[in-house]
């Protein structure tokens, strides 16, 4: 008989030294952040999920360009989506990302403002 898999809790902390395939990866997930309007759409979704007409709206622009952006990132596998009604929301794929780009945003803010950094 097989026994059953325990599941671990996802962990905030990994303490071990990123291999060459996790530096290669995270590489990746940087060029993909290196956009503004990718990063825009980012940001926007670590507030909820959306569809492309809202995301249009609220990063100004057009529709071709964010479906676009949009196309990039689900393949890159930052993005998912889901079907509702004849609308395809758009959710970010998870926590560590969302933080990412929320300390991204959070770091772009001291250099602009000036505040200056703190731990």
């Keep these: 008989m097989n026994e059953p898999q325990l599941h671990q809790r ?12 996790r530096l290669e990866t ?3 997930t940087f060029r993909m952040l290196s956009d503004p309007t990718r990063l825009h759409i ?8 959306a569809d492309v007409t809202s995301l249009v709206e609220q990063t100004g622009a057009s ?10 990132l689900r393949f890159s596998g930052l993005v998912s989506t889901r079907r509702n009604s004849r609308h395809v ?3 970010i ?8 780009v929320e300390e991204g945003i959070n770091h772009a803010d001291h ?3 000036g505040e200056p950094p703190h731990a």
Excluded: E
């Excluded at 996802?10 to 395939?21: A, F, G, K, R, Y």
């Design 111 to 113: 250099l602009v403002s």
């Design 93 to 100: 794929v998870d926590g560590h990302l969302s933080r990412l």
């Design 63 to 72: 529709r071709t360009s964010v479906s676009q952006h949009l196309a990039k």
């Design 42 to 49: 980012l940001w926007l979704l670590t507030q909820g999920p």
């Design 10 to 21: 996802p962990s905030l902390h990994h303490p071990d030294p990123p291999d060459t395939v």
């Design 26 to 28: 995270g590489a990746a």
């Design 89 to 91: 929301v758009y959710s």
